[in-house]
């Protein structure tokens, strides 16, 4: 029931890549995106997946996080294998169930889609784990902020983000203590029919909402008397800066870009 | 042996970068009839142990041993467990859902399925105990009601489940000086009269010292003193050392002590403390 909270999906820790600028980690990450998109042949997209799986020695995140982060997109693969084993026609027939055909055509494209997939997944995946939601969010602000020019509130965008981020283990540490208080008089929040789990869920949900609410409330006045003000101009504690380093690896990204489209592989 | 544990150990997210030792290698053991505190500094471990006692958390090793039987053993055990070992969380009015007073403490005898008779019997009786006339707050909403009166009503919806042993965690966070003090007569009374098992974790010894029976004294997970009230709360220097202080009357008849006058120290409240002084002051001549 209460496993554990998860932080985000953050594993702290102190690599190159935990210590990349987040706002070039989010460009390289779309860079990446792009290119593996564009890939074409089995060859440049192994010689990616090995790079992926470099990276993520490098940031020295477990093998289990790499399948558990893997997990969830499993059931779109097999449906993806699915519908390309069967619908896909050329090449040579593989297996002929009656009038169902696997063929060769199918089997390749499939895998090579599936592929394609994790090693999306996979650096998507890099990013989430070695980057804190805040600093993340905060990179996602600085992209947003050429849109306050059609009339988005780039920098309250990012605010209500970061703090919405900042209250997740909150909210979620208190549901957990609530459920305990009330299992401690004697609710049942496991059995019964449907209507009667959703009913039970009603002395979880009254006080956690009250307590939001509060909360929202401290809050909003907290930063008030910290002078926040909407459409202020505000300057960061901690400031993000670009080191060399940052710029190296961008620059690096760029070169592996241009290289894969001139050589194509 | 009534309620303990036996090398209990907790800890949370086990096998992430997060994992923290909650407790470790806890063992303890309480008779029935006792009034026993838990004290610790904040982060000792205090919470984690008490939701232990009615399994609320279960052990990630060791055990937690209820009348000789380890609690947690099946779930339908712990459904009566819950029932017989109530447990009154920190700043318990936070759990408040209901739109009436009564609902609210009704809330724990329907879940035992009692009939609305049997129900209406508790409320009353629960409402009573703490001291608050049912006629006159049953209709009143929760969230409504003073602090001190939420903290009781919140203890009410727990002793309407009739429970044999009563943990209170933290239970004078957040209250005046005069709803503390009902509120260790209420606990007082339960203990008593009711006769009632009561375990609080609390890292104010102000007026908890005098009405403990044994203490249980918690440090970053570990037990580090345990024993009967007196034993623990001379080992001033001890506590002192944990960040904790005894209740400023007994600070002071140890000073005394200290300075040669031959008070005994294990003393704890205004009262017993004039008494000791005049006692002294009859037979000391200096």
Redesign the interface.
């Known amino acids: 029931m209460s496993r554990?909270?998860i932080?985000g999906q953050y594993?702290?820790g102190e690599s190159l890549i935990h210590r990349l600028n987040p706002r070039l980690k989010i460009l390289t990450l779309v860079l990446i995106l792009i290119l593996l998109f564009t890939l074409e042949t089995y060859s440049a997209l192994a010689a990616f997946l090995a790079f992926a799986l470099l990276l993520f020695a490098l940031a020295k995140v477990p093998f289990r996080y790499l399948l558990r982060g893997l997990r969830p997109v499993l059931f779109i693969a097999l449906f993806a294998l699915v519908i390309y084993f069967f619908f896909t026609s050329g090449g040579i027939v593989l297996v002929r169930i009656g009038f169902i055909t696997v063929e060769s055509e199918g089997v390749i494209e499939g895998l090579f889609i599936v592929t394609r997939l994790a090693a999306l997944v996979l650096f998507s995946l890099l990013v989430t784990l070695t980057t804190t939601p805040l600093s993340l969010t905060h990179g996602m602000g600085y992209f947003l902020k050429p849109l306050r020019y059609v009339g988005l509130p780039a920098e309250e965008v990012a605010m209500i983000m970061s703090v919405s981020l900042r209250f997740i283990p909150t909210l979620m540490e208190e549901s957990q203590?609530?459920m305990?208080?009330?299992?401690?008089?004697?609710?049942?929040f496991e059995t019964g029919s449907i209507f009667r789990k959703a009913r039970s869920l009603?002395?979880l949900?009254?006080?956690l909402f009250?307590?939001a609410f509060r909360r929202a409330d401290e809050l909003a006045l907290a930063m008030e008397a910290r002078c926040y003000r909407i459409g202020a101009k505000r300057t960061r504690m901690h400031e993000d800066v670009i080191l060399p380093r940052d710029w190296a690896v961008l620059a690096f990204v760029i070169m592996l870009l241009f290289v894969t489209y001139t050589f194509g592989f | 042996m009534f309620i303990g544990t036996e090398k209990l150990t907790h800890t949370?997210?086990p096998g992430?970068?997060?994992a923290t030792e909650a407790l470790q290698d806890v063992s303890f053991n309480l008779q029935q009839g006792e009034f026993a505190l838990i004290i610790g500094p904040s982060g000792s471990g205090k919470s984690t142990l008490i939701?232990h006692l009615?399994g609320?958390?279960r052990p990630t090793s060791g055990r937690v041993l209820f009348e000789g039987i380890a609690v947690g053993s099946n779930k339908h055990e712990l459904?009566r467990l819950?029932?017989r070992i109530?447990?009154v969380?920190q700043i318990?009015e936070?759990?408040?859902?209901s739109e009436s007073v009564f609902d609210e403490i009704a809330?724990?005898p329907r879940?035992?399925g009692l009939d609305e008779s049997e129900v209406e019997k508790r409320v009353n009786e629960s409402l009573e105990k703490v001291g608050m006339q049912a006629e006159k707050f049953r209709n009143r909403h929760p969230?409504r009601l003073s602090a001190g009166q939420k903290r009781l009503v919140a203890i009410a919806?727990?002793l309407s489940?009739q429970p044999e042993v009563l943990i209170f965690d933290e239970p004078t966070v957040g209250l005046d000086a005069i709803s503390r003090k009902n509120l260790y007569n209420l606990l007082t009374a339960l203990n008593q009269k009711d006769g009632l098992t009561v375990i609080i974790s609390t890292h104010h010894l102000d007026q908890a010292a005098a009405l403990a029976d044994s203490v249980l004294v918690l440090n970053q997970g570990r037990l580090v003193m345990a024993g009967p009230a007196e034993n623990i709360f001379n080992k001033r220097k001890q506590l002192y050392e944990l960040g904790l202080t005894l209740p400023p009357v007994t600070e002071i008849m140890h000073e005394l002590a200290e300075k040669g006058l031959p008070v005994k120290t294990a003393v704890y409240t205004l009262q017993e403390a004039r008494g000791e002084i005049k006692n002294m002051k009859r037979r000391y001549k200096p």
């Open positions: 554990s909270i932080l594993l702290p203590r609530l305990r208080a009330q299992l401690a008089r004697g609710a049942d009603v002395p949900i009254v006080p009250v307590s | 949370y997210m992430t970068p997060f939701q009615n609320l958390l459904l819950r029932r109530g447990l969380f318990p936070e759990q408040f859902f809330f724990a879940n035992l969230f919806a727990v489940l």
